[in-house]
């Protein structure tokens, strides 16, 4: 059965294409879509363990979309294709800025292992606070660092450990914190200069909120014990 989500008008809609086309950039992989009580909540993964014996933590981007329909779903598309489905849908409401839009979903894979790790919805307690220019400024030291030490024509192997090893190491200061989720926050456009960045902690999961998106931490296992 085709399923789909409606947005409330094309202003949302131009939203989810920015932010698809930032993870696409990121990962071309999947995203994972979960519609209920008015609410889209739409992750994307920007670092993931490769396999059983990758300490990489789980790092997710979410945003949310407010939806007028009463959908519920929880479904796994390609990036690529969900992008395309949305850029042609803005091209068709052009005309009816402040109409609802309805987005129809390609097909789902069944095969991304991210996906089936799940963020607690609740239980979440605040810790001390971050800055957006702190997290901006370890995310670029992050970048030129990989950029440095992985030469070009690198086996994807090769790419991913490195990249693992320099987002898996904590911020300074904040130790529950992996580099990698001030990469995604920065890749995902979450930071604005001079914004303040709220963390909370549940389990071992760590969020991190500003006004323009959440990043989601699975932190790795030697790291929970502190």
């Given at each position: ?26 990962e071309d992989g999947s995203v ?114 990989v950029a440095q030490v992985i ?76």
């Amino acid at each position: 059965m085709s399923r789909s989500f409606t947005l409330v008008d094309s202003l949302a809609l131009g939203d989810l294409h920015v932010f698809l086309g930032r993870a696409l950039r990121v990962e071309d992989g999947s995203v994972r879509l979960i519609a209920g009580s008015g609410v889209l909540a739409v992750y994307v993964a920007v670092l993931h363990p490769a396999g059983l014996l990758d300490e990489s933590p789980t790092v997710l981007g979410l945003r949310t979309f407010a939806v007028t329909g009463a959908e519920e779903f929880d479904a796994v598309v390609p990036v690529r294709s969900l992008l395309m489905r949305v850029e042609g849908r803005l091209e068709a409401a052009a005309a009816d800025v402040a109409e609802p839009i309805t987005v129809s979903l390609p097909l789902e894979v069944n095969s991304v292992a991210w996906a089936a790790i799940s963020p607690p919805r609740g239980g979440w307690h605040a810790l001390e606070p971050t800055t957006s220019d702190l997290l901006d400024a370890v995310a670029k030291k992050g970048i030129d660092e990989v950029a440095q030490v992985i030469p070009t024509g690198t086996g994807e192997a090769i790419v991913h450990r490195v990249r693992a090893e320099i987002w898996g190491k904590p911020i300074t200061g904040f130790d529950h914190i992996p580099g990698g989720a001030a990469f995604a926050a920065l890749s995902l456009g979450f930071l604005g200069e001079g914004d303040p960045v709220a963390v909370y902690e549940s389990g071992p999961w760590t969020r991190l909120t500003t006004k323009r998106g959440h990043v989601l931490v699975k932190r790795r296992a030697w790291t929970l014990a502190r």
